[in-house]
């Protein structure tokens, strides 16, 4: 399973980003897609996650409503959507797989991609 993550970049507080994370390697069907991030000093954590196939969805609250994890099968891509983004949102963003339920427990994942950098200027 290989997962590439790209998308990320500078840009304004208030401002959009979309990432993306192309996924090969196997049929992904009832897998869970996760986006995750972490900020220098800080742990890695949970921001968004979408079972392939079935929609379902789960997002960390500190990003609700600004943020929306979808995926494209035909590309096997999952994108993350990034709106009004925040200072605090600057972190480097890494995709994850598991089979299963899109849960919030990073330990949980099985496959990682790449990080791809995030920064939100004030």
């Known amino acids: 399973v290989q997962l590439q993550a790209s998308g990320g970049g500078l840009v304004q507080a208030g401002g959009s980003l979309r990432l993306s994370c192309a996924a090969s390697?196997?049929?992904?069907?009832?897998?869970?897609m996760g986006w995750f991030r972490q900020a220098p000093g800080k742990e890695r954590e949970f921001v968004a996650a979408i079972r392939w196939t079935y929609g379902n969805t789960a997002y960390a609250d500190s990003v609700k409503g600004r943020f929306t994890i979808n995926t494209d099968s035909a590309k096997n891509t999952v994108y993350l959507q990034m709106n009004s983004l925040k200072p605090e949102d600057t972190a480097v963003y890494y995709c994850a797989a598991r089979f299963g339920l899109p849960i919030i427990n990073r330990y949980e994942y099985n496959y990682w991609g790449q990080g791809t950098q995030v920064t939100v200027s004030s």
């Open positions: 390697g196997r049929a992904f069907s009832g897998y869970a």
